[in-house]
């Protein structure tokens, strides 16, 4: 099974609505999927009761001691992906969900303000010697700031493609409990959002084909 982890001390950058998101897109190209909220604030089961469908499940984690066995449960009964959404925090839950994930996606806003305050993330990330990436989310549709953006993260590490755009349709399928992909399947957010999941996805099978033993010693 793999673990992505939706992870950044900077409320408001996308953690929740990429998670979602991404479940929701891996699940349409046949992926047995689960969705892991550990956050109190409830985003995730907010939109899972506004959800007919049942997939992907939600599982709640509340305390740092839940997330290996919670992992090794969902690993036995077959699930493929788990993608945790995190608080806006990097506290003992989010560190414990950093170690124990394969990838840890980082969104930010195309800000100075954005990006810096997601280094403690990053620093956290580094010293647990988990792979990451940055998404960059909520990005103007037109206009300039994204290419200096673009530019620092690159320079700091992995950056996701492609960016995400500030969009009505994610806002409206999280409150529709449904997946951007669901929601508005011709969108341009939709069409963003199945090529995050299709850029994710070679990664994930990249540490398939060369291994993530030294990896998981952390967790
Ligand atoms: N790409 C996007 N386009 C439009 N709205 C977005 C986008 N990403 C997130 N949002 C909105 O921004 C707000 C914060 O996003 P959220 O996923 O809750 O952030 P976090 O979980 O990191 O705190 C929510 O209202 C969400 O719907
Ligand atoms: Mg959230």
Same mark, same amino acid.
């Given at each position: 099974m793999h673990v992505l982890a939706l992870v950044t001390q900077k409320g408001g950058s996308g953690k929740s609505t990429l998670s979602v998101g991404l479940a929701v897109a891996a699940m349409q190209s046949a992926e047995r999927v689960?969705?892991?909220?550990?956050?109190?604030?409830g985003t995730i089961s907010k939109w899972k009761a506004r959800r007919?469908?049942?997939?992907?499940?939600?599982?709640?984690?509340?305390?740092p001691a839940e997330i290996e066995p919670l992992l090794a449960r969902l690993s036995a009964?077959?699930?493929w992906l788990a993608i945790i959404d995190t608080a806006a925090t990097t506290n003992s839950l989010a560190m414990r969900v950093?170690?124990?994930?394969?990838?840890?996606l980082i969104p930010a806003r195309p800000s100075p303000a954005d990006i810096e305050a997601a280094i403690p993330t990053l620093i956290a990330i580094r010293r647990l010697n988990r792979r990451f990436a940055f998404v960059l989310n909520q990005t103007p549709t037109r206009g300039c700031r994204l290419s200096e953006a673009a530019t620092s993260l690159s320079s700091i590490g992995a950056l996701a493609?492609?960016?995400?755009?500030?969009?009505?349709?994610?806002? +409206?399928?999280? #409150?529709? =409990?449904?997946?951007?992909?669901?929601?508005?399947?011709?969108?341009?957010?939709s069409d963003e959002i199945g090529s995050l999941w299709g850029w994710i996805a070679g990664h994930l099978?990249?540490? +398939?084909?060369? #291994?993530? =033993?030294?990896?998981?010693?952390?967790?």
């Open positions: 689960a969705l892991v909220e550990a956050d109190a604030q007919e469908n049942p997939y992907p499940c939600v599982e709640r984690a509340t305390d009964e077959g699930v950093i170690a124990c994930a394969d990838l840890c493609l492609p960016f995400i755009a500030q969009r009505n349709d994610h806002q +409206d399928a999280l #409150g529709a =409990g449904l997946g951007v992909t669901e929601f508005a399947p011709a969108g341009r957010a099978e990249e540490l +398939d084909d060369h #291994g993530k =033993g030294t990896l998981k010693e952390a967790c």
